[in-house]
């Protein structure tokens, strides 16, 4: 019985220590990032929102399971069969089924409150985005358009009828959008055939591509997004759109807001006649001009094409 006593009290003592070393080793923002359950950290204030949401939802639930979990082995143990003689019966326990009626509802509107919450900060949309980009899906490659930055619209000059700057993809080479840090940036989506998805696992965020009109204003086919750290980021097709689905990749580069510019002024310069201009714009600020992020599928469809 004395050993018994000391198993629950040293195993209680060293529960509350490693609490109590987590929580004075790691301030409430270290823990929301270290404690992911696999999710990326997220490059967004968005994905910053939802991944705080997914972890903390996480948390409840080993929670809740530990819980279960203990009351299912304690129970094993306490009232496991020692003789033929039948245990007294317990039933219309007033204050035991007011607990797990009463406690599982405030669970479940707990979580309902904080996920409308973020969802509504996810689909917010400021009236005056510092840019807009129209995402063009087709099988099976993307076309970016930079229609607006800063409240100008952005179009190759002397081209008639107006032409945005844009980047899309090409038989050997995915596209690359540049985005600005700590900007509003808006995309409008837009699908030439089937229905695609804009997706980049470091936004934790997909929305679908749907074939609307060019001029659609629904809210469903545009989003918005402020990115908060520079890099490289893979984006992907994220709905079966045919033979090379698995291929339809993108690169979204976050740089800081003067490159950014200077991006789109290289491209006004260059002009839209040349392909290539778009990976030379890229080489004058200083970037890679080719994609760095599809590893390891190879998106050289011409190779695949070849073989057949």
């Known amino acids: ?75 094993c143990g306490r009232y496991h069969k020692r003789n033929d003689e039948i245990p007294r019966q317990t039933k219309y326990n007033l204050p035991i089924e007011i607990v797990y009626t009463v406690v599982p509802l405030m669970i479940i509107a707990g979580l309902f409150f904080f996920t409308v919450r973020v969802e509504d900060f996810v689909d917010r949309q400021t009236p005056n985005p510092n840019v807009t980009v129209q995402v063009n899906a087709f099988k099976w490659n993307w076309e970016f358009e930079y229609l607006k930055a800063n409240g100008t619209d952005q179009n190759y000059p002397g081209v008639s009828p107006p032409q945005p700057l844009s980047t899309h993809g090409s038989s050997g080479e995915i596209p690359i959008l540049l985005i600005p840090r700590g900007q509003t940036v808006q995309f409008v989506e837009h699908s030439e055939d089937v229905i695609h998805s804009f997706w980049v696992p470091e936004f934790l965020f997909k929305r679908d591509v749907i074939p609307y009109g060019t001029d659609s204003t629904t809210h469903d086919n545009r989003f918005q997004i402020t990115a908060t750290t520079n890099g490289h980021y893979v984006g992907r097709c994220a709905e079966l759109c045919g033979t090379y689905h698995s291929q339809m990749n993108f690169e979204v580069r976050v740089v800081d807001p003067d490159k950014f510019t200077s991006y789109l002024s290289a491209l006004a310069q260059l002009g839209p006649t040349d392909p290539a201009n778009q990976y030379k714009a890229l080489a004058a600020i200083g970037e890679v001009p080719v994609a760095t992020t599809t590893h390891p599928f190879n998106t050289d469809r011409t190779a695949r094409s070849a073989s057949n």
Do not use: H, N, Y
């Not at 929301?32 to 359950?37: D, F, L, Q």
């Not at 997914?54 to 819980?67: E, M």
């Open 1 to 75: 019985m004395q050993r018994s006593r000391w198993v629950r009290v040293s195993s209680r003592a060293a529960l509350s220590g490693a609490v109590l070393l987590l929580l004075t080793s790691c301030s409430t923002s270290d823990i929301e990032k270290r404690i992911r359950w696999g999710w990326p950290t997220g490059v967004t204030k968005q994905a910053e929102r939802m991944r705080v949401l997914w972890s903390w939802s996480g948390v409840v639930a080993l929670a809740v399971g530990v819980l279960v979990w203990g009351l299912i082995f304690w129970c």
